[in-house]
């Protein structure tokens, strides 16, 4: 049962994500030659609310639902890692189309040669591993 | 109940993305996907390779059942709720990609050309899918979060190191789009 909520949880992302076209390929070639508002009225409104949802969270400290703190872990500050990863990141985003979520989302939408971008980001995942000591963080 | 079957605009998604994000973190969660991927590669073994992979999984699970979520809620989204797979491009973006040989763009979820099995045993393909995945996976883990980690829950929690990493996003991005894309994309 305790896993229940959060398969519901992501099914309902998964159906959001799928019919408001933000894991198509097309969205993320458009929205990075800034030829619609889609993609950013999406993920701006998003982060807007976002914004607004965890700032009455912290002012009310309201619990999660067994009683306990929220996860807002904050990330230590540094440049490289976050602007050269993010680079890298952003690189196969625009040539797959399609970042960690939407992976399994179009795999369930059916286009199932998405399973061999999938392990790929998992060895990719695999060698950044590997590397970790010697990138600069 | 039709407005369900069509494309949901852009003030039905976003609100609907940050809800699901809230209702991770009141699950006791965190929106942030990519932390499956390290997770899958621990369960395969990884730990046999590197310490970043030396982890105890099985307490993040509860991802791994919301990816489990997300491919559900494709398949239902694909099967049940959208009789129209056509993405509404714009006019600008058809037309640049009908010259690079796309036939009917928009008319699929993803251009097929390049989202087969078939697109694989070419090297525009092979870049676009197995290139592109890898670099997906090394990114995220390296800036240490996607667009789910960074640009949704970390910007919504004001994190600066997540504006930074988004920053870098669309650098990344903007730089395969113009730079590489033009010369992979024309089909032969």
């Known amino acids: 049962m305790k896993y229940l909520k959060f398969l ?43 914004i607004i949802s965890v700032q009455i ?27 050269i990863g ?31 971008v999938l392990i790929s980001g998992i060895l990719g995942t695999l060698a950044y591993g590997m590397l970790r000591d010697k990138l600069p963080h | 109940m039709e407005w369900i079957t069509q494309p949901w605009p852009w003030y039905v998604g976003g609100p609907l993305i940050a809800l699901c994000m809230v209702l991770i973190l009141y699950f006791g969660g965190t929106l942030g996907l990519s932390d499956n991927l390290r997770t899958l590669c621990s369960m395969c073994g990884g730990d046999q390779c590197a310490e970043f992979f030396d982890f105890d999984w099985r307490q993040r699970k509860w991802n791994l059942v919301i990816a489990l979520g997300l491919v559900i809620g494709g398949f239902i989204s694909h099967k049940y709720l959208t009789p129209d797979q056509a993405v509404q491009i714009s006019p600008d973006v058809v037309e640049e990609l009908v010259a690079y040989g796309i036939e009917d763009p928009g008319s699929t979820y993803v ?22 995945g890898f670099l997906v996976g090394f990114g995220s883990k390296w800036a240490g979060g ?14 600066l190191p997540s504006l930074i990493a988004v920053i870098g996003f669309f650098i990344g991005g903007l730089l395969i789009t113009y730079l590489v894309l033009p010369h992979l994309l024309p089909i032969p």
């Open chain 2, 146 to 159: 996607c667009t789910s980690g960074h640009a949704i829950s970390g910007l919504s929690n004001l994190q």
């Open chain 1, 8 to 50: 519901i949880v992501g099914t309902f992302f998964g159906i959001v994500l799928s019919k408001s076209e933000v894991i198509s390929w097309y969205r993320i070639y458009e929205m990075f030659h800034f030829k619609s508002f889609h993609m950013y009225g999406v993920i701006g409104s998003a982060v807007v609310l976002g």
């Open chain 1, 57 to 83: 969270i912290k002012r009310q400290k309201l619990k999660t639902i067994d009683g306990g703190e929220m996860d807002f872990t904050p990330k230590r500050l540094s440049y490289y890692r976050y602007l």
């Open chain 1, 86 to 116: 993010g680079i890298i990141f952003g690189m196969g985003w625009a040539l797959t189309g399609a970042c960690p979520g939407p992976m399994f989302i179009l795999l369930g939408k059916g286009v199932t040669v998405m399973i061999v």
């Open chain 2, 111 to 132: 251009p097929m050309e390049y989202f087969s099995w078939k697109s694989l045993q070419t090297l525009p393909g092979l870049i676009m899918l197995v290139l592109g």
